[in-house]
């Protein structure tokens, strides 16, 4: 307040009377001095009815409305302030209001599930926000959904260095009071404050959202640190509507989200010098007219003051550390990673009959015993038609294809949330017999493993203690049916008597995998950005780094991009909170091969089955001439393969990769299955003995969040009593043995399944870095045997030879490679754009200071009012003025005051979090592009010395990836192709070679159940040099149009919670620069 007190005493005969406390405020208001303006601000104690009172009886001109700021203090103050805020076409976050008059008041109109409340049934699905209608309470809650792992978060003013806490164990909404319920609104971690002075005046600061981690970033004097940035058109027309308000910027829309009303900025003395001059003026245009035209704009002892250097965070990864090149700049990072070390993912399958599990199935389906797609579906093989390929393509379907595909036509029943597999665990726990396997009254070999399957499933829905459908999964699908009469008499219907269970568990984030994919996020902060150094956080925290994380619809996936983006942006606390603000979802881009809907058809059949699986979401098996021969490789006696390719260029020849003698390794890995399998049993035979005679297996053990979103460290107590490693029992752990021994190889038919060896491989790796400890004799010896036979099967599952690599690699990431087109292309135009600005910029100083030069006739008086006129206001210009070139700095740093050395650098940084699927298949269009007929002569985009090392490197672990980095060399013509530089690097992710060695690093790893992560290595010779232009065109084939891109939808439920962006999608189209006439190789 002094300072601005200070900057309205500079015009001569103005005198400032303070009146903030003491004897005034006990006054009556015609004691009160007389004023002409005045200023008042509400806090505890102030007189707010006397201000108004004073105002009325002087008729003076008030810089606060004084009868406006009873509504921000009112008790119902902020549902008052969103329907004001509507009324003046301001966006606010979709709210409902719940209102009691006392507390716990049971209301009929409100109703809370498990994921969502309803307020007058408008649902609000979680995550959602939840405020107390009282302006002055500041605890704000965020409840999270259970498939993020559940939990709230409360925000509250900042107490020290924090400003919100995580409660994982709470989950129920408050009912002691009155709340609105908001819908939770994803900003990338950054939320804004804008203050405003009058109409025409506005400054807006960036800081870190407290709903990250609750962490409140400062400067070395201890004051949060916050930048300036600039408004939109849109944004500036609300600062003209509301007095001061906090911006929600949410997917290319910005929302008002609390109204603050007139207060003053942090340490931003040259916002305090602003102010006291729009006041200034306000004051004399009302009441000294005459004065106001002779008055500078701009305070005397600011003119030419020198522009103060930047300051570092306390932080971590604070300051920056040198300077990008000369000449050549990063604009954009590009990574696509795959998740961390995770536990082996398992299926239950059981045929169930009891009338308790079909029940279930036909409530959670809407009583559905099957679909109208099944119906049609049948009806074309019993000779409609379907897309004009009638009964023919089913015949065909019926030959190729396992019966299982028909099943998938039939409405199925997806069990997920803690609702649902409560009460399945509940049905569950009713049907498995009492009894254990051999017992009289389990007689039959069906009804054994039948009970025994039932036990799998009931141990899989106790694990954890808690329900998180992000890693666990219960899939109900009816097989058979029976005509039985209606309820009420009326007609009948169809009842299912049998239906498939299929349990999906497993594959959850490891405490080792949360490690690695933290220190690779530090990795990535520490080395992807040159130049800047640990300053990755200021170019992040100044709105100069454009950060977006995409994540598979996998928890392992989504779990591995939170805890990356936690050590990327030195985060602390909970993954929950960290997952829903920063990580965005994307099934269809990055989920496995289920989108692939052109791969599983078999590459070369041409009659049209795509058509028909794309319309009834029926996906076929994988390609069968590629399992086929790959099978005919394995189980031959022909020692080496070498059909295509040469001695010179092993990656060409078919079935690259393979181990000679497959056939005798396949025998010994039945061999040593049986044998691993044999131990794991005696290791169970106890437990199970105990469950049996005490029931334990009744008893829910207590609540443990990290074991459903991995666990930050190792479980000391269960090694040190000899358990498994993680939640997995012995019982568990040797159902999972057990069923691969049985799939590994079929003894009455003689015929092994190879598509087991990667699962066997799987077990093995995990069990030999997690449970060392329990001593399994013939372990290691069987990780050598799976990872040779898996180090061939793995990538030649993904074609045997490069040409069919290139195809099935093209279908699986097709959708992913024209995001990543369309990333670089977005870069380019958003650089372009920059330049050009700076360019016109530059030009039109230059202009100005010629035409200075020439005017020297002109007073100097008037020059230096008309430049102080035009520098003034530096972080806000007048909102009148045109608003043209603000559409080039959306979203970005003011750079006149914001104490940063270089305001215009700009990073577009974009992660793709997937499977090993799309790696394989992204690397595989990367080093065999070439192939394609329409780039017959181009070289590939790597070289062959990384083909090479690629060829040796076999697996592509977890935590592996590939990097994309542009460069943009500023000292090249905008139109020349060189001017943006593509640099492309690969890691082979953990590094396994410690679980072959004996030494001391071995041991400690052993210790601690954790791998480090492989180092970069260069896909380009050292001075080769990738043009954009080049990528473009090497891509585009195999990359799918921006216009291919379906409009984005919102799953129910979710509308703010991993959705997409409408206004993002729209640009996609607009900037892709090719288009649908391309080389049909591109479809």
């Given at each position: 307040?002094?300072?601005?007190?200070?900057?309205?005493?500079?015009?001569?005969?103005?005198?400032?009377?303070?009146?903030?406390?003491?004897?005034?405020?006990?006054?009556?208001?015609?004691?009160?001095?007389?004023?002409?303006?005045?200023?008042?601000?509400?806090?505890?104690?102030?007189?707010?009815?006397?201000?108004?009172?004073?105002?009325?009886?002087?008729?003076?001109?008030?810089?606060?409305?004084?009868?406006?700021?009873?509504?921000?203090?009112?008790?119902?103050?902020?549902?008052?302030?969103?329907?004001?805020?509507?009324?003046?076409?301001?966006?606010?976050?979709?709210?409902?209001?719940?209102?009691?008059?006392?507390?716990?008041?049971?209301?009929?109109?409100?109703?809370?599930?498990?994921?969502?409340?309803?307020?007058?049934?408008?649902?609000?699905?979680?995550?959602?926000?939840?405020?107390?209608?009282?302006?002055?309470?500041?605890?704000?809650?965020?409840?999270?959904?259970?498939?993020?792992?559940?939990?709230?978060?409360?925000?509250?003013?900042?107490?020290?260095?924090?400003?919100?806490?995580?409660?994982?164990?709470?989950?129920?909404?408050?009912?002691?009071?009155?709340?609105?319920?908001?819908?939770?609104?994803?900003?990338?971690?950054t939320d804004v404050k804008v203050y405003t002075v009058g109409p025409e005046y506005a400054h807006a600061e960036a800081r870190k959202s407290p709903v990250v981690d609750g962490v409140v970033m400062r400067n070395p004097d201890g004051k949060e640190v916050r930048y300036p940035v600039l408004l939109t058109p849109t944004e500036k027309q609300m600062a003209r509507e509301v007095c001061g308000f906090d911006l929600l910027r949410c997917e290319g829309r910005s929302y008002v989200c609390d109204v603050n009303g007139w207060s003053f900025v942090k340490n931003s003395y040259k916002y305090y010098d602003d102010a006291a001059c729009v006041l200034r003026k306000m004051f004399l245009d009302a009441k000294a007219p005459h004065l106001s035209s002779t008055?500078?704009?701009?305070?005397?002892?600011?003119?030419?003051?020198?522009?103060?250097?930047?300051?570092?965070?306390?932080r971590q990864g604070s300051g920056i550390i040198g300077t990008f090149g000369q000449s050549e700049e990063l604009r954009c990072v590009i990574a696509i990673v795959r998740h961390g070390d995770r536990t082996p993912k398992q299926k239950v399958k059981l045929k169930v009959t009891e009338e308790k599990l079909l029940n279930l199935m036909l409530k959670y389906n809407g009583g559905r015993p099957r679909s109208e797609d099944a119906v049609e579906m049948l009806a074309v093989g019993s000779g409609g038609s379907a897309a004009g390929d009638g009964p023919w393509v089913v015949a065909n379907l019926r030959k190729r294809m396992d019966w299982g595909w028909r099943r998938s036509c039939f409405d199925e029943t997806k069990l997920k949330s803690a609702i649902?597999?409560?009460?399945?665990?509940?049905?569950?726990?009713?049907?498995?017999?009492?009894?254990?396997?051999?017992?009289?009254?389990?007689?039959?070999?069906?009804?054994?493993?039948?009970?025994?399957?039932?036990?799998?499933?009931?141990?899989?829905?106790?694990?954890?203690?808690?329900?998180?459908?992000?890693?666990?999964?219960?899939?109900?699908?009816?097989?058979?049916?029976?005509?039985?009469?209606?309820?009420?008499?009326?007609?009948?219907?169809?009842?299912?008597?049998?239906?498939?269970?299929?349990?999906?568990?497993?594959?959850?984030?490891?405490?080792?995998?949360?490690?690695?994919?933290?220190?690779?996020?530090?990795?990535?902060?520490?080395?992807?950005?040159?130049?800047?150094?640990?300053?990755?956080?200021?170019?992040?925290?100044?709105?100069?780094?454009?950060?977006?994380?995409?994540?598979?619809?996998?928890?392992?996936?989504?779990?591995?991009?939170?805890?990356?983006?936690?050590?990327?942006?030195?985060?602390?606390?909970?993954?929950?909170?960290?997952?829903?603000?920063?990580?965005?979802?994307?099934?269809?881009?990055?989920?496995?091969?289920?989108?692939?809907?052109?791969?599983?058809?078999?590459?070369?059949?041409?009659?049209?089955?795509?058509?028909?699986?794309?319309?009834?979401?029926?996906?076929?098996?994988?390609?069968?001439?590629?399992?086929?021969?790959?099978?005919?490789?394995?189980?031959?006696?022909?020692?080496?393969?070498?059909?295509?390719?040469?001695?010179?260029?092993?990656?060409?020849?078919?079935?690259?990769?393979?181990?000679?003698?497959?056939?005798?390794?396949?025998?010994?890995?039945?061999?040593?299955?049986?044998?691993?399998?044999?131990?794991?049993?005696?290791?169970?035979?106890?437990?199970?003995?105990?469950?049996?005679?005490?029931?334990?297996?009744?008893?829910?053990?207590?609540?443990?969040?990290?074991?459903?979103?991995?666990?930050?460290?190792?479980?000391?107590?269960?090694?040190?009593?000899?358990?498994?490693?993680?939640?997995?029992?012995?019982?568990?752990?040797?159902?999972?043995?057990?069923?691969?021994?049985?799939?590994?190889?079929?003894?009455?038919?003689?015929?092994?399944?190879?598509?087991?060896?990667?699962?066997?491989?799987?077990?093995?790796?995990?069990?030999?870095?997690?449970?060392?400890?329990?001593?399994?004799?013939?372990?290691?010896?069987?990780?050598?045997?799976?990872?040779?036979?898996?180090?061939?099967?793995?990538?030649?599952?993904?074609?045997?030879?490069?040409?069919?690599?290139?195809?099935?690699?093209?279908?699986?990431?097709?959708?992913?490679?024209?995001?990543?087109?369309?990333?670089?292309?977005?870069?380019?135009?958003?650089?372009?754009?920059?330049?050009?600005?700076?360019?016109?910029?530059?030009?039109?100083?230059?202009?100005?200071?010629?035409?200075?030069?020439?005017?020297?006739?002109?007073?100097?008086?008037?020059?230096?009012?008309?430049?102080?006129?035009?520098?003034?206001?530096?972080?806000?210009?007048?909102?009148?003025?045109?608003?043209?070139?603000?559409?080039?700095?959306?979203?970005?740093?003011?750079?006149?005051?914001?104490?940063?050395?270089?305001?215009?650098?700009?990073?577009?940084?974009?992660?793709?979090?997937?499977?090993?699927?799309?790696?394989?298949?992204?690397?595989?269009?990367?080093?065999?592009?070439?192939?394609?007929?329409?780039?017959?002569?181009?070289?590939?985009?790597?070289?062959?010395?990384?083909?090479?090392?690629?060829?040796?490197?076999?697996?592509?672990?977890?935590?592996?990836?590939?990097?994309?980095?542009?460069?943009?060399?500023?000292?090249?013509?905008?139109?020349?192709?060189?001017?943006?530089?593509?640099?492309?690097?690969?890691?082979?992710?953990?590094?396994?070679?410690?679980?072959?060695?004996?030494?001391?690093?071995?041991?400690?790893?052993?210790?601690?159940?954790?791998?480090?992560?492989?180092?970069?290595?260069?896909?380009?010779?050292?001075?080769?040099?990738?043009?954009?232009?080049?990528?473009?065109?090497?891509?585009?084939?195999?990359?799918?149009?921006?216009?291919?891109?379906?409009?984005?939808?919102?799953?129910?439920?979710?509308?703010?919670?991993?959705?997409?962006?409408?206004?993002?999608?729209?640009?996609?189209?607009?900037?892709?620069?090719?288009?649908?006439?391309?080389?049909?190789?591109?479809?």
């Amino acid at each position: 307040m002094g300072v601005y007190c200070g900057g309205l005493t500079v015009v001569r005969r103005t005198q400032v009377n303070r009146s903030g406390g003491g004897n005034v405020c006990g006054w009556g208001v015609c004691r009160w001095p007389i004023c002409d303006c005045l200023i008042a601000f509400h806090s505890s104690g102030y007189p707010l009815e006397k201000a108004e009172a004073y105002a009325a009886l002087r008729k003076m001109l008030g810089a606060d409305f004084t009868h406006n700021a009873f509504s921000l203090i009112d008790v119902s103050a902020i549902p008052w302030h969103n329907r004001r805020l509507e009324l003046c076409g301001i966006p606010v976050p979709r709210y409902a209001l719940v209102n009691r008059e006392v507390p716990y008041q049971e209301l009929d109109y409100f109703v809370e599930e498990e994921d969502f409340v309803e307020v007058h049934g408008n649902r609000f699905w979680k995550p959602f926000v939840e405020k107390p209608v009282h302006g002055d309470d500041h605890s704000i809650k965020i409840y999270y959904p259970s498939s993020a792992g559940g939990g709230m978060k409360e925000l509250f003013r900042k107490v020290g260095n924090r400003s919100s806490e995580f409660h994982p164990e709470v989950r129920r909404v408050r009912r002691e009071g009155s709340y609105i319920y908001e819908e939770f609104m994803p900003t990338g971690g950054t939320d804004v404050k804008v203050y405003t002075v009058g109409p025409e005046y506005a400054h807006a600061e960036a800081r870190k959202s407290p709903v990250v981690d609750g962490v409140v970033m400062r400067n070395p004097d201890g004051k949060e640190v916050r930048y300036p940035v600039l408004l939109t058109p849109t944004e500036k027309q609300m600062a003209r509507e509301v007095c001061g308000f906090d911006l929600l910027r949410c997917e290319g829309r910005s929302y008002v989200c609390d109204v603050n009303g007139w207060s003053f900025v942090k340490n931003s003395y040259k916002y305090y010098d602003d102010a006291a001059c729009v006041l200034r003026k306000m004051f004399l245009d009302a009441k000294a007219p005459h004065l106001s035209s002779t008055i500078p704009p701009t305070l005397p002892w600011k003119v030419n003051e020198p522009v103060t250097t930047s300051e570092g965070l306390t932080r971590q990864g604070s300051g920056i550390i040198g300077t990008f090149g000369q000449s050549e700049e990063l604009r954009c990072v590009i990574a696509i990673v795959r998740h961390g070390d995770r536990t082996p993912k398992q299926k239950v399958k059981l045929k169930v009959t009891e009338e308790k599990l079909l029940n279930l199935m036909l409530k959670y389906n809407g009583g559905r015993p099957r679909s109208e797609d099944a119906v049609e579906m049948l009806a074309v093989g019993s000779g409609g038609s379907a897309a004009g390929d009638g009964p023919w393509v089913v015949a065909n379907l019926r030959k190729r294809m396992d019966w299982g595909w028909r099943r998938s036509c039939f409405d199925e029943t997806k069990l997920k949330s803690a609702i649902q597999l409560q009460d399945l665990l509940d049905a569950t726990r009713i049907l498995v017999p009492r009894t254990r396997p051999g017992r009289e009254s389990d007689s039959e070999a069906e009804d054994i493993e039948h009970a025994e399957k039932l036990r799998q499933v009931k141990a899989v829905l106790e694990e954890g203690g808690h329900f998180s459908g992000i890693y666990r999964k219960v899939q109900l699908k009816p097989l058979k049916w029976v005509t039985v009469a209606k309820a009420n008499g009326e007609g009948e219907e169809e009842r299912p008597v049998e239906a498939l269970m299929v349990l999906k568990y497993g594959g959850v984030l490891t405490h080792a995998g949360r490690k690695q994919a933290e220190e690779l996020g530090r990795y990535f902060r520490n080395n992807m950005y040159p130049g800047e150094g640990t300053g990755l956080l200021r170019l992040h925290s100044t709105y100069r780094h454009d950060l977006k994380i995409y994540s598979s619809d996998e928890g392992r996936v989504q779990m591995s991009a939170a805890a990356f983006a936690k050590g990327l942006l030195d985060l602390e606390g909970q993954l929950t909170p960290i997952l829903v603000s920063l990580v965005s979802k994307d099934s269809s881009m990055l989920d496995g091969l289920d989108n692939a809907s052109g791969l599983r058809d078999g590459i070369e059949t041409g009659f049209g089955l795509d058509k028909l699986f794309m319309a009834y979401k029926i996906l076929p098996m994988p390609p069968f001439f590629v399992q086929a021969r790959l099978n005919e490789i394995m189980t031959s006696e022909v020692k080496t393969i070498h059909s295509n390719g040469s001695s010179e260029e092993p990656w060409m020849a078919d079935g690259a990769g393979l181990p000679s003698a497959a056939s005798d390794l396949l025998l010994k890995l039945v061999k040593l299955t049986k044998k691993v399998t044999e131990q794991v049993r005696l290791l169970a035979k106890d437990e199970e003995e105990k469950l049996a005679e005490t029931g334990s297996y009744n008893v829910i053990p207590p609540y443990d969040q990290a074991r459903a979103l991995g666990k930050t460290n190792i479980d000391v107590d269960r090694i040190a009593a000899g358990l498994p490693c993680g939640s997995e029992g012995f019982l568990l752990m040797y159902a999972r043995w057990r069923k691969l021994e049985r799939d590994l190889y079929n003894e009455r038919k003689e015929r092994f399944d190879i598509t087991q060896i990667p699962d066997v491989y799987d077990s093995c790796k995990y069990d030999i870095l997690h449970n060392a400890h329990l001593n399994v004799d013939g372990l290691d010896e069987l990780f050598k045997v799976a990872q040779l036979l898996a180090d061939g099967v793995i990538p030649n599952e993904y074609g045997i030879n490069p040409k069919q690599k290139l195809k099935i690699g093209s279908k699986i990431a097709r959708r992913l490679l024209g995001k990543i087109m369309i990333d670089l292309r977005n870069t380019r135009e958003e650089a372009i754009s920059v330049a050009e600005l700076k360019s016109n910029q530059d030009q039109q100083s230059t202009s100005a200071k010629s035409e200075k030069e020439d005017a020297d006739y002109q007073p100097k008086a008037h020059t230096k009012n008309e430049d102080t006129r035009r520098t003034s206001f530096t972080s806000e210009k007048s909102m009148d003025q045109d608003d043209d070139e603000d559409k080039e700095t959306k979203y970005r740093l003011d750079p006149k005051y914001a104490n940063v050395r270089t305001p215009d650098r700009h990073v577009r940084t974009r992660l793709y979090f997937t499977s090993e699927s799309h790696i394989h298949s992204l690397m595989n269009v990367l080093r065999y592009c070439n192939l394609d007929e329409s780039l017959l002569g181009e070289a590939s985009l790597v070289c062959d010395n990384a083909l090479e090392r690629l060829y040796r490197t076999k697996e592509l672990d977890y935590m592996s990836y590939i990097v994309l980095r542009m460069f943009e060399n500023t000292e090249v013509a905008l139109e020349d192709p060189k001017r943006y530089r593509i640099e492309m690097t690969f890691s082979r992710g953990a590094d396994l070679s410690p679980l072959e060695k004996n030494d001391s690093e071995a041991a400690s790893l052993h210790q601690e159940h954790t791998l480090p992560i492989m180092g970069p290595e260069r896909l380009q010779e050292v001075a080769s040099y990738l043009t954009l232009e080049t990528m473009e065109k090497m891509i585009r084939p195999f990359a799918m149009p921006a216009e291919d891109f379906p409009p984005p939808s919102t799953p129910q439920g979710f509308s703010g919670y991993f959705s997409k962006s409408a206004a993002v999608l729209e640009r996609l189209v607009n900037l892709w620069p090719f288009h649908k006439h391309g080389t049909a190789n591109g479809k």
